[in-house]
C-alpha cells in the first residue's frame, strides 16, 4: 500500500483553483521531487500533505500520523537563539532528556557539516546555513514523511551536494520536496512534473 495516495486533489482559494494534482502515488521510503514552476501549487500542496491545508476536495490519503510528519518551509523558520538550540527544540519538548538530546543534536550537526557553528546565533546565518539547521531539526525528529519546500533553493552547489547525500542515505524516512527549477545531478528523486491548474486535464508527467 502506498504511503500518499492522491487522485484529483483540488484546493480553490475564492472562485480560483489554486493546486490540481491529478494522481500522485509516493511507496514508503521513496523520494519525490514535485517540479514545476512558480505558481502551479507546489508549495499548495506540501501543505495539504503536511496536514496544515484541510480545505481541499479529491482524495489524499496518507498512511502517516501527523505527528510522525516534518514540513520545512522554502523560508525556514528558526527560534531565538544558537544552532545547537534550533537542532534540539523538537527533541526537547517531546520530553527526551537533554543527554540524548545532545547526542543526537550533534550527529545531525556534523552529518550537515554545521558543527563549527553550532554555538552560533542563527539570526547571523547565511540562506543556506538557515536550510541546514532547519533539514536538521527536521531529521532530529526521526520523522516517517519529510516533507521540504524548495529546499535547494538559494543554496550553492556545495550545499546542495551535501544536503542530496544527507538524504540520499536516509533508510526509513520517505522524501516528498519541490523543485522550481531543474534539479541537480546529485539529487536522486523521482521527479514528478506539476503543471498549472488550468493545463491539468491528464496526470503529471514523471521523468524518468
Known sequence: MPQIEIEDLKVTKGKKLICHMPQMS??????VAIFGANG???TTLMLVLAGFERDHQGACNISTAL???SFMHQTPYLFRGTVLHNVMYG??????DSTKCRRIAD???DRFAIADIAQARCANLSGGERKRVALARALAMSPQLLLLD?????????GVSLMSEV???LQSTTVVFTSATPLSSDVRARVVEMKTPADTTSSPVECL
Do not use: T, Y
Open 107 to 109: 550527529e545531525w550537526l
Open 167 to 169: 538524504l540520499s542515505d
Open 26 to 31: 509516493v511507496e514508503s521510503g521513496e523520494q
Open 150 to 158: 524548495e529546499p535547494f533553493a538559494e543554496v550553492d552547489e556545495a
Open 40 to 42: 502551479v501549487g507546489k
Open 91 to 96: 527533541l526537547r519538548s517531546h520530553g527526551i
Open 67 to 69: 505527528r510522525s510528519r
